[in-house]
C-alpha cells in the first residue's frame, strides 16, 4: 500500500551565484519513511535538505509539508526539525536545558509543565532521562548526539531532518548509533530524512534511498533494489563497491543480453541496466560486484584470468586485487576466509588465477563516465 505524501518537492530548483546546485529535481517522502539523500560532496543533497528545512529558498518550483505549500516559509513555521552535524549545542546550559530551548522561544513557546512533561519524555526516548542535570561537555559523542536528537523530537516534528548525524563518531560508536537510530525511528514512527555520503550507512537505516549527482536524483528506491539493479553505473558503483570493465554489446535475447568480455569471453543472460538503447557492436560497460565474483572454473559463468596484484586482509574475508589482461583498471574480488582453502592459503601477490561469474549477476550499461 502507498504512503501518503508527507513531504514534497516539484521542480525545486536553486543556484548560488553561477553554480546550480539544484536541477528541477522531483521527490516525494511518504508519512513514515526514513528515507536518505545519498552523494558525493556538491551533489545537491545537503541543499535539498536545508530547502525543506526553511534554511534556504528555492529558486523555482514548490515544497509542501503535510499538504501545505512552505515553499516561502521560515523554518519555525515548518513542521519540521533539524538535528544538525556538529550538534549545536548550547555549553551553558544543562542537558534539560538544551533539549527545552526550542519550547521556550516564541515560536514553539509551551507552558513550564508541558516543557517538561516533553523534555522529559524526549530524554527518555534517547536514555538520557538519568543526565538531565548534566553539562553537554560532561558526556560522550554519543550522549551528545542523543541530546541533539530529543532537542529535535522534544518539538514533536511530523518530519525529522538529519544533516550527516553521526559523522562525527568514530566507527564503533557510529555503527552503534546506527542501530540506535533505526529503532528510534521504528518506535516513533515518524517520517525521517537524512544526508550522509555514507553508503553503508545508508543501506543499513533506510527505507528509500536518494542517490545524487551534480544536483539530479540519480535513482531512487529501495537499498536492495539500488543494489541489486542499479540503473547506471555511477548508481552501482556509488551504492556498495562495483567492478566497472569494458565491454562489447553482442545484442540481446529478450530482456538480457549478450556481451563480449576483456580477454575475449563471450557472456549471454547479462541483466540489462541503461544499455537498453545499445547496439551490436557497441562499446559497454558492465558491472559485478565484488562478492559476486569467485575463484575457479565454472561451467555455468564467463571464464576469467587474472593476475593477482594484491592481497588486502578485512578480518573475516580478504579482498584480492586483480589485473585482467588488457584493461587499465584494477578489479577487486571477496575472498571469505571460511571459504578458502584448508590451510587457510589465497592467491598470493603475481600469481595467476582462473575465476567466473554467473550471468545474472553481471550488468550491462552504455559506456558513460563515472565521475
Not at 140 to 160: E, N, T, W, Y
Request: hydrophobic share 45%; proline share 5%.
Amino acid at each position: 500500500m502507498a504512503l501518503q505524501p508527507i513531504v514534497t518537492l516539484e521542480n525545486v530548483a536553486k543556484a548560488y551565484g553561477t553554480f546550480t546546485a539544484l536541477h528541477s529535481i522531483n521527490l516525494e517522502i511518504g508519512e513514515g519513511e526514513f528515507v536518505t539523500l545519498l552523494g558525493p560532496s556538491g551533489c545537491g543533497k545537503t541543499t535539498t535538505l536545508r530547502l525543506i528545512g526553511g534554511f534556504e529558498t528555492a529558486d523555482s518550483g514548490r515544497i509542501t509539508l503535510a499538504g501545505a505549500d512552505v515553499t516561502q516559509e521560515p523554518p519555525y513555521r515548518r513542521a519540521v526539525n533539524t538535528v544538525f552535524q556538529d550538534y549545536a549545542l548550547f555549553p551553558h546550559m544543562t542537558v534539560a536545558e538544551n533539549v527545552a530551548y526550542g519550547l521556550t522561544v516564541r515560536a514553539g513557546r509551551k507552558p513550564p509543565a508541558e516543557r517538561a512533561a516533553r523534555v522529559q519524555e524526549a530524554l527518555s526516548l534517547v536514555g538520557l532521562a538519568d543526565k538531565a542535570g548534566r553539562m553537554p561537555q560532561q558526556l560522550s559523542g554519543g550522549q551528545r548526539q542523543r541530546i541533539a536528537m530529543a532537542r529535535a523530537l522534544a518539538r514533536q516534528p511530523k518530519v525529522l531532518l538529519l544533516d550527516e548525524p553521526l559523522s562525527a563518531l568514530d566507527v564503533k560508536l557510529r555503527e552503534a548509533m546506527q542501530v540506535e537510530l533505526k529503532h528510534l525511528h521504528q518506535k516513533l514512527g515518524i517520517t525521517f530524512l537524512m544526508v550522509t555520503h555514507d553508503q553503508q550507512e545508508a543501506l543499513v537505516l533506510s527505507n528509500r534511498i536518494a542517490v545524487m549527482k551534480g544536483g539530479h536524483i540519480a535513482q531512487i528506491g529501495s537499498p536492495s533494489e539500488l543494489y541489486d539493479t542499479p540503473a547506471t553505473p555511477y548508481v552501482a558503483d556509488f551504492i556498495g563497491a562495483a567492478n566497472l570493465l569494458p565491454a562489447t554489446y553482442l545484442g540481446s535475447d529478450g530482456a538480457f543480453a549478450r556481451i563480449r568480455l576483456p580477454d575475449g569471453a563471450q557472456l549471454s543472460g547479462v541483466a540489462i541496466g541503461s544499455g537498453k538503447t545499445l547496439k551490436e557492436g557497441d562499446a559497454a560497460l558492465i558491472a559485478i560486484r565484488p562478492e559476486r565474483l569467485s575463484i575457479g572454473e565454472s561451467q555455468n559463468g564467463a571464464p576469467l584470468s587474472a593476475t593477482v596484484a594484491d592481497q588486502l586482509f578485512h578480518g573475516g574475508r580478504f579482498q584480492l586485487e586483480l589485473r585482467f589482461d588488457n584493461v587499465d583498471k584494477p578489479v577487486f574480488i571477496d575472498v571469505l576466509r571460511s571459504s578458502v582453502a584448508a590451510d587457510g592459503s589465497v592467491p598470493q601477490q603475481g600469481s595467476r588465477v582462473s575465476l567466473s561469474v554467473a550471468a545474472p549477476d553481471v550488468m550491462v550499461y552504455a559506456a558513460e563516465a563515472v565521475e
